[in-house]
């Protein structure tokens, strides 16, 4: 059974951090590259971060790099997002995908993530 599971949202203060993490079980983690993705209320879904499977490259949104990391542990079959210096325009819910070279993508049930003082 394929699962992955987001975990690490909350509120926060603007400036604030918070770190996600994504583990995932019922497929071979280390042949999928993952990503972060996010869906503010009335806005359509959009990528925030991507990482290969190797954990080699990485790829930010404009709105995001320089603030926001991505990294990922194959040993613990767990992706992360480091987010900095949030911004009340970073709120929004977070999900964290996995995609295959066969254009396979399981998805994540999101968690959220408030930028609010």
């Known amino acids: 059974q394929v699962q992955l599971v987001e975990s690490g949202g909350g509120l926060v203060q603007p400036g604030g951090s918070l770190r996600l993490s994504c583990v995932v079980s019922?497929?071979?983690?280390?042949?999928?590259?993952m990503t972060w993705y996010r869906q503010a209320p009335g806005k359509e879904r959009e990528l925030v971060a991507a990482?290969?499977?190797?954990?080699?490259?990485?790829n930010y949104a404009d709105s995001v790099k320089g603030r926001f990391t991505i990294s990922r542990d194959n040993a613990k079959n767990t992706v992360y997002l480091q987010m900095n210096s949030l911004k009340p325009e970073d709120t929004a819910v977070y999900y964290c995908?996995?995609?295959?070279?066969?254009?396979?993508?399981?998805w994540g049930q999101g968690t959220q993530v408030t930028v609010s003082s």
């Open positions: 990482v290969t499977n190797t954990g080699g490259s990485t």
């Open positions: 995908a996995a995609h295959s070279l066969t254009k396979v993508t399981y």
């Open positions: 019922g497929f071979s983690f280390r042949m999928f590259g």
